[in-house]
């Protein structure tokens, strides 16, 4: 399936600004591992402030100062974004019962790989896989990347194992689950 047409510059900047976003994410497992509790408090209540953020922006009621901000700026859709909520309880769960390394290597593919996946089909991207946002182009991106930010970290086998697991769920969910599931 063709994708639709070019994506304008601002739109791209759009989503480089929502993406730049995700990278303090590769600071939770390190945040996680040291800091437990906190981190876990911390988490939570920028869940609920997001939360509360987007039912502000949904009923058109002033926004809240900074979260509030972002949301309204740098959402891409009309209804409830739950994609950062998704990322933060992802990178919470892997961060909390995973070992640092593995759940340095889940923030690694949400928070960098997905960044580089979701510019490079934006730009570029010519074949929609299904009737997915995702192109083929953006989920090869996202392989290519993903194997080589984790060899570092597990091996070359390791890393093209993980790799092609983390592109299936990265090209096949739907609104903002890859943020919950590939960490």
Do not use: W
Not at 12 to 40: C, D, M, N, V, W
Not at 50 to 57: F, H, K, M, N, S
Not at 66 to 87: C, K, N, V
């Amino acid at each position: 399936m063709p994708a639709s047409a070019s994506p304008t510059s601002t739109e791209i900047q759009r989503e480089l600004k929502r993406k730049s976003l995700h990278l303090p994410g590769l600071l939770a497992p390190f945040a996680f591992h040291y800091y437990p509790r906190i981190s876990t408090a911390v988490t939570a209540a920028v869940c609920a402030l997001y939360y509360i953020a987007e039912l502000r922006r949904l009923s058109q009621k002033p926004s809240l100062p900074i979260i509030g901000y972002l949301s309204e700026r740098l959402t891409r859709s009309s209804h409830m974004d739950l994609a950062p909520i998704f990322l933060a309880v992802g990178l919470g769960i892997a961060s909390h019962f995973l070992p640092l390394r593995a759940a340095f290597a889940g923030a690694l593919l949400a928070c960098l790989c997905d960044a580089f996946a979701a510019l490079i089909g934006m730009k570029f991207g010519m074949r929609r896989i299904f009737f997915l946002k995702k192109t083929y182009l953006g989920t090869f991106a996202f392989f290519v990347s993903a194997v080589a930010v984790l060899i570092p970290l597990l091996g070359p086998q390791g890393a093209l194992i993980t790799a092609m697991v983390a592109s299936l769920i990265e090209a096949l969910s739907i609104e903002g689950v890859d943020n919950l599931l590939l960490p």
